[in-house]
C-alpha cells in the first residue's frame, strides 16, 4: 500500500481556508493525484485540510472522510509554547526545546522520551499518546496491526492499493513519528516540517508481518513546479 500524507494548500488561518493561491495549489495536486490514482481520502476536519482533499476528490469522484484526530488545533495545544518573541509556535521551532530533544538525557529514555523531567509542565506526553493511539487505529483499519513488541505491523487484510491523508504541516510532524515509531525528538531534530500542499510518500508491505512503513519520498512539491505555481510559493527557493 501507499499512504500519501498531504499539506493542506496555502491557507487563510483566520478565516480557515484556502486562499486562491492555496486552491491554485490544491488544483495542481487533484492533477497529480489524478496521474498516481487514488483509492481512499481521508482529511483533517478543519477546513483548510478538508477544502484541499475535496478538490482532489472530485477530480476522482470519491468522497472525503474526515478524521477529528488529524486537527491542527488539537497537536497546538499538544506541540507548541511561548517563543522568544512571545506568540506561540511549534515546540521544534524553538532552540532550547531542540536542544533538549538532543540530549543524552531524552535520547537514553527512547520511547518514553516524554518523561523526561525536562518537560514535566508540557502536554507532550498525553499528545503524543492521543496520536500514537489514533495512528495505530488508522492502520488497521487499513488492514496493518501494530505489534507494540516489535515496533512493527502485521499485514491481517488487503484494504486500499492507494490512500491519502490531508491534514497540517505541524500535525505532521508528529503523525509521521508515530507512523514510523521513531521518538517524536529524534524525528525533529532530523527533519523540518513539509511545505503548503507538500506530499510525503510511505510504502507499506501488502501482506506478511514485521512490515515497517518507509518514507519513498519526503514532502515532495514537483506538481507546483509543473504547474509553474512559484509566485508566492513558501518553498519556492528550494
Not at 71 to 96: V, Y
Amino acid at each position: 500500500m501507499w499512504l500519501f500524507f498531504v499539506r493542506h494548500g496555502y491557507p487563510d488561518y483566520q478565516k480557515d481556508c484556502l486562499t486562491e493561491y492555496g486552491k491554485k495549489q490544491a488544483v495542481a495536486l487533484a492533477e497529480r493525484f489524478s496521474l498516481l490514482g487514488l483509492n481512499k481520502i481521508y482529511a483533517s476536519t478543519l477546513g483548510r485540510a478538508t477544502e484541499t482533499a475535496e478538490i482532489t476528490a472530485k477530480r476522482l469522484n470519491l468522497t472525503v472522510e474526515g478524521v477529528d484526530f488529524a486537527r491542527e488545533d488539537l497537536a497546538g495545544e499538544e506541540f507548541t509554547l511561548t517563543m522568544e518573541n512571545g506568540n506561540p509556535g511549534w515546540c521544534f521551532w524553538d532552540r532550547k526545546t531542540l536542544k533538549n530533544f538532543n540530549s543524552e538525557e531524552v535520547k537514553k529514555l527512547g520511547d518514553k522520551w516524554y518523561d523526561s523531567p525536562l518537560f514535566k509542565n508540557t502536554k507532550y506526553k498525553s499528545g503524543t499518546l492521543r496520536v500514537k493511539k489514533a495512528v495505530i487505529e488508522f492502520m488497521e483499519n487499513l488492514g496493518y496491526r501494530f505489534d507494540e513488541k516489535t515496533g512493527a505491523y502485521n499485514a491481517v487484510k488487503h484494504v486500499y492499493d492507494r490512500v491519502a491523508l490531508f491534514a497540517h504541516g505541524g500535525f505532521s510532524m508528529i503523525f509521521t513519528s508515530c507512523l514510523l515509531n521513531i521518538p517524536y525528538p529524534l524525528f525533529c531534530t532530523r527533519f523540518q516540517h513539509i511545505g503548503t500542499s507538500a506530499v510525503t510518500a510511505f510504502h507499506i508491505e501488502d501482506e506478511g508481518e514485521g512490515i515497517l512503513p518507509r518514507i519513498f519520498q519526503y514532502g515532495n512539491d514537483s506538481h507546483v513546479y509543473k504547474e509553474n505555481l512559484l509566485d508566492g510559493f513558501d518553498m519556492r527557493t528550494f
